[in-house]
């Protein structure tokens, strides 16, 4: 018995999942069930790299729409076509492999709703963590646990950066320029550096984690561009990193607030509290270096995923390239191989959908503010070197209710004082509050950077 897969984009990641499908040999053995049928690409005389048994066109819309066809895989990445091919693709009852995290998070509603009205399964384990298996233990093998936070750094690109800054003491500038010479940012870094495509990450695995669908301009995203040397140089001294998070928490998960802030009117306890609450956001933040993420450096990305009552579990590895990300493309048709062997071998005239492999929420997640936010905070001032200055910034942090874990005061620059200040636990709303306040002070000069402490 063969499924026949038509394949939408023959660049890295499509070539990659040729390579396996054509070298089966001491794979699953499902993989010989699965037969390369037609490819779609968008030039026929570019030269590639593999050998293709199977009919190629620049027709992708004959192929979504062949009754011979089982599956697709889109891997032809953007917005449009792609979203439209799949959306074809499902309505011909077709299965879709997508690696295209872009189109799930922004139009997951209408893909997931179309698939399960024409009974047929999206999967996207390639679309998070290039290659490493998250999507499915999200939908499978964690599913006994109530999961409270899911946080990673989904995004190779800055992390190279920030790791190279870290090392090399370099600004942000300079090493993403020389990160593009050498392959490891894109000439157009936007959507690696300015968080986007983090956010789009963190809004599949936070759907899959707290069972409903995200709208993303409900995602709070800040990229690495404010990120220098200064930051990482001071993070270093009082031991953390900078890392470029992705993080989604169920505000019940929060630490209380009483430990540090008994005057706070919104401990996560208090019974006026709306109950469960999600954060989704990304944001660089200084993370502990003794924490599982701090260590996770250059392209590698890692997941780190707290739920009860299994407790933490961090799934590390290669978040992008031809051959990780191909393997989680080969890992979800194998799932539809099984799925579809299964059916065609059982009497059923329509196959059910599979519980495990489908989309079952329809409703959207409530996302929190981020005044409402309760987190650490790392900010830097640069003021008048006089008597008083650290009091009155105390003074204005006091009046909001903002608990000072540390304050520094190293030397000068350009003839003021810079001091950089960590908080504790506060409400992100208190703590803007504050700052507006030190920001009206005349002996402020400015406030070069604020950053997120985990
Ligand atoms: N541009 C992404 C990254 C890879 O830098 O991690 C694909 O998701």
Known sequence: MTF?????????????????????????????????????????????Q????SQVTTDLQAIVTDPAVDIVVELIGGLEPARSLILTALAHRKHVVTANKAVIARYGDEIFSTANAFGVHVMLEATVGGGIPVIQPLKQSLGANRVHTVMGIVNGTTNYILTRMQQEGGDFAEILADAQR????????TADVDGWDAADKIAILASLAFGGRIKLDQVHCEGIRQVGATDIAYAQKLGFV????????????????SRTNTNSDLLVNDPTTPPAQLEVRVHPTLVPRDHP?????????????????????MFFGPGAGAGPTASAVVSDLINLAAFLKLNVASSSAKAALHPLLSCSHENYCAVAPMRSLVTRFYARFLTEDQSGVIGKLGTCFGDRNVSL???????????????VVVTHHVREGDFHQALQQIQSLEAVDSVPSLLRVL
Do not use: C, F, M, W
Not at 50 to 53: A, D, F, R
């Open 182 to 189: 050498l392959g490891y940012a894109e000439a157009d870094p």
């Open 4 to 48: 026949k897969v038509g394949l939408l984009g023959l660049g890295t990641v499509g070539t990659g999942t040729v390579e396996i499908l054509l070298d089966p040999s001491q794979r699953h053995p499902l993989l010989q069930e699965l037969e390369l049928y037609r490819v779609g690409v968008r030039s026929l005389d570019k030269p590639r």
């Open 242 to 257: 900078i890392k470029l998070l992705a993080i989604a928490r169920n505000q019940q998960g929060v630490p209380n607030l």
């Open 293 to 313: 993420l701090a260590s996770i450096n250059g392209v590698y990305n890692a997941i780190l995923i707290e739920g009860d009552p299994l407790g933490q579990v």
């Open 50 to 53: 593999v050998n293709l048994p």
């Open 405 to 419: 874990e540390s304050v520094v005061q190293t030397g000068l620059q350009d003839n003021l004082a810079e001091i």
